[in-house]
């Protein structure tokens, strides 16, 4: 079975800078993309970035110029640096993947996600 692992949540000032991580490990054939999510309380949940495995990236309008999707390959590890963090930013960050197990023509992709890290932005 896949499993996603995410650390780097934190609670960090205003203005100031985190690193997600999140790993992937299990039954894992390859990967086609990673991407990050976040909700915050009482929203629902929305894409923050995603990365392609030709290593193209897409970004959502709120983050844009502040934060940053990377992947590391040998790893399966997706990171986010964050900086010139908000108050607004304040959510849980869940990570996500879509992946193939089996190496088989068409081989169906499917989804998986972490369990989530709490990143607080505050004074």
């Known amino acids: 079975q896949v499993q996603l692992v995410e650390s780097g949540g934190d609670l960090v000032q205003p203005g100031g800078s985190l690193r997600l991580s999140c790993a992937a490990s299990g039954s894992i054939f390859s990967i086609y993309a990673m991407a990050w999510y976040r909700q915050a309380p009482g929203k629902q949940r929305e894409l923050v970035a995603t990365i392609i495995n030709d290593g193209s990236t897409n970004y959502a309008d709120f983050v844009k110029g502040r934060f940053a999707i990377s992947r590391d390959y040998a790893k399966n590890t997706v990171y986010l640096q964050m900086n010139g963090l908000k108050p607004e930013d304040t959510a849980v960050y869940y990570c996500?993947?879509?992946?193939?197990?089996?190496?088989?023509?068409?081989?169906?992709?499917?989804?998986?996600w972490g369990q989530g890290t709490q990143v607080t932005v505050s004074s």
């Open positions: 996500n993947a879509d992946l193939t197990t089996r190496a088989y023509v068409n081989a169906p992709r499917r989804t998986y």
